[in-house]
T-cell receptor
Framework: GDSVTQTEGQVTVSESKSLIINCTYS????????LFWYVRYPGEGLQLLLK?????QKGSSRGFEATYNKETTSFHLQKASVQESDSAVYYC?????????????FGKGTQLIIQP | EAAVTQSPRSKVAVTGGKVTLSCHQT?????MYWYRQDTGHGLRLIHY???????EKGDIPDGYKASRPSQENFSLILELASLSQTAVYFC?????????????FGPGTRLTVL
């Protein structure tokens, strides 16, 4: 089946420093799945951060960027300068159309902690 | 503002008891989903629905039933709760299927089965 692997556990970054959260994917029944980053702030549900549906394209939102790389099957999340408000759990996900039903497959999530 | 609400927000249940988790959306979306998240795992799809009075099995449906009595409401039912069902449960909605559309999530329900 499909799978998403992302930087595990917790990442701690000092405020104003750069961030990268790694994400690689494997889609078994579709060559070019849609790729997503969702974010969950404390006490809230997941919300879409960015989405890219075309290989080679870059998505961006709130200072975050991710590029859909089909050669390396990667979709790493980057930000040049993090803020304390970026503290949250980040989930990489792909959408597929398997067995006639479309679905999202999520990574395990990466908790980002920003040190002031 | 799109909204998905879940109740209860947390629950402690006894093994073998019945548990019902409720989800309500005001997005006017056709699709609704139930996921669970365990420590060390990503969200996994339990059941979903694309129209009222119909539900579909997701990737891990065993031990769960779902009910969609109206477009706005989607319930997850554990007839005989077990220790292994301790997890955080998320409900979501979308106006198209998962391949195309952004999903809007509720805040989650933390279920502890003792």
């Amino acid at each position: 089946g499909d799978s998403v692997t992302q930087t595990e556990g917790q990442v701690t970054v000092s405020e104003s420093k750069s961030l990268i959260i790694n994400c690689t994917y494997s889609a078994t029944s579709i060559a070019y799945p849609n790729l997503f980053w969702y974010v969950r702030y404390p006490g809230e549900g997941l919300q879409l951060l960015l989405k890219v549906i075309t290989a080679g394209q870059k998505g961006s939102s709130r200072g975050f960027e991710a590029t859909y790389n089909k050669e390396t099957t990667s979709f790493h999340l980057q930000k040049a300068s993090v803020q304390e408000s970026d503290s949250a759990v980040y989930y990489c996900a792909l959408s597929d159309y398997t067995g006639g039903a479309d679905r999202l497959t999520f990574g395990k999530g990466t908790q980002l902690i920003i040190q002031p | 503002e799109a909204a998905v609400t879940q109740s209860p927000r947390s629950k402690v249940a006894v093994t073998g008891g019945k548990v019902t988790l409720s989800c309500h959306q005001t997005n006017n979306h056709d699709y609704m989903y139930w996921y669970r998240q365990d420590t060390g795992h990503g969200l996994r799809l339990i059941h979903y629905s694309y129209v009222a009075d119909s539900t579909e099995k997701g990737d891990i449906p065993d031990g769960y039933k779902a009910s969609r009595p109206s477009q706005e409401n989607f319930s997850l039912i554990l007839e005989l709760a077990s220790l292994s069902q301790t997890a955080v449960y998320f409900c979501a909605s979308s106006d198209w299927g998962a391949f195309y559309a952004e999903q809007f999530f509720g805040p989650g329900t933390r279920l502890t089965v003792l």
